[in-house]
C-alpha cells in the first residue's frame, strides 16, 4: 500500500485496482468541486461504510460527517479531495476519511470546532459535529496552506 | 428572464394542507427552489399547514438541517405550521450527535401522525377493492 501523501493520491486516482482483494482496501480519491460532487462522496461513503460492516447508525454517523466535511471543503476550501481508506486493527475494520482542500487555511481552530461558529452559510456545526461523530479525529491546517481533515470510525471500540 | 427551477418533488394540495416531501439528493439550488415553490404555494392556496415527509433522507446534516428549520420560520411568517414527518431513527440519533435539535421545528413519527396533527383524519374503513376512484 502507497503511504498517504500527494504523489501517492495522484497516483490513486489513475491506478485501478486489479483483484476484488486489492479494491476493498485500497484508498479511493475523490474530488469535490461541484454541488454534484458532494452526492458523490456521499454515495461512495455509504458504499464503503457498508462493505466495512457498519451497521446502520455508523453508517448515518459516517456518511454525515463526510458530508459536512465535503461540504467544508468545498464552500471553505474552494474545492478538495476526499480518500476514503480502509485501516484495520486487531479486532476490527475501520473507514477512515481523509479530507483535504488547498483553501486558506483555518485562522482559529478552536472557534471552528465550537459548536454555533460559522463563517459561511451554514450552522456552525460542521467540524465540531463530525469530531463527535467519528472516533478518532486530526486536523491539520496552516493559514494560506490549506486544510487536512482526518476522521476514522472503528467497528469495534 | 429565465423560469424558476422547480424542486422536482410534487406538493399536493389536500384542503388547507399542502403534502410535499424531501428527496436524498437535496443539494443546494434544490433546496433553495424547494423553498421558494413551497412558500409561493402556501401564500398561492391559503395553505394553513404543510407537511413534509423526510422518510426518503438517509442523513440529514446541517445543510439539510438549515434548511427545514428555515422554511418552518418562513411558513410560520406566512401563517401556515409545518410539520417535519418520518425522520428514521439513525438519523435522528446522528442528528443529537452533531448537536443540532431543529430547534422550532415541529415532528411527527410519520406521514399519517402528522397530518392528524394537523387536522386530518383516517377516513372510514376502505372498502376491498375501491381504490380506483371515482372516474379519475
Do not use: C
Request: no cysteine; proline share 4%.
Amino acid at each position: 500500500m502507497a503511504p498517504a501523501g500527494e504523489s501517492a493520491l495522484a497516483s490513486w486516482v489513475t491506478t485501478v485496482p486489479t483483484s476484488a482483494e486489492e479494491r476493498a482496501s485500497a484508498p479511493a480519491a475523490h474530488v469535490v468541486r461541484t454541488e454534484e460532487d458532494l452526492l458523490t462522496v456521499r454515495h461512495a461513503v455509504r458504499a464503503a461504510t457498508v462493505e466495512v460492516g457498519f451497521g446502520l447508525v455508523d453508517q448515518t454517523r459516517v456518511v454525515t460527517a463526510a458530508s459536512e466535511l465535503a461540504r467544508n471543503a468545498y464552500v471553505h476550501g474552494g474545492g478538495g479531495t476526499v480518500t476514503i481508506e480502509y485501516p484495520r486493527r486487531p479486532g476490527g475494520r475501520g473507514l477512515r476519511l481523509v479530507v483535504k482542500d488547498d483553501g486558506p487555511g483555518i485562522a482559529d481552530l478552536d472557534a471552528a470546532l465550537t459548536d454555533g461558529f460559522t463563517t459561511g452559510s451554514g450552522l456552525g456545526h460542521g467540524l465540531g459535529g463530525a469530531r463527535r461523530l467519528m472516533d478518532e479525529f486530526t486536523v491539520q491546517t496552516t493559514p494560506g496552506g490549506g486544510t487536512v481533515v482526518t476522521v476514522t470510525r472503528w467497528t469495534a471500540r | 428572464m429565465t423560469a424558476p427551477r422547480l424542486a422536482g418533488v410534487p406538493i399536493l394540495r389536500l384542503g388547507d394542507v399542502l403534502v410535499t416531501g424531501l428527496l436524498n439528493e437535496l443539494d443546494d439550488g434544490a433546496a433553495v427552489a424547494f423553498t421558494e415553490e413551497l412558500t409561493e404555494r402556501i401564500s398561492g392556496s391559503s395553505a394553513r399547514g404543510v407537511l413534509i415527509d423526510i422518510s426518503r433522507l438517509e442523513i440529514i446534516d446541517s445543510f439539510v438541517a438549515r434548511t427545514l428549520m428555515e422554511l418552518t420560520t418562513v411558513a410560520r411568517l406566512l401563517g401556515a405550521r409545518v410539520i417535519v414527518a418520518g425522520m428514521r431513527p439513525p438519523v435522528a440519533i446522528t442528528l443529537v450527535e452533531l448537536g443540532i435539535e431543529l430547534v422550532g421545528v415541529e415532528t411527527a413519527l410519520n406521514a399519517e401522525q402528522g397530518l392528524a396533527a394537523l387536522g386530518w383524519r383516517q377516513a372510514p374503513d376502505p372498502v376491498e377493492g375501491s381504490r380506483r376512484g371515482a372516474g379519475r
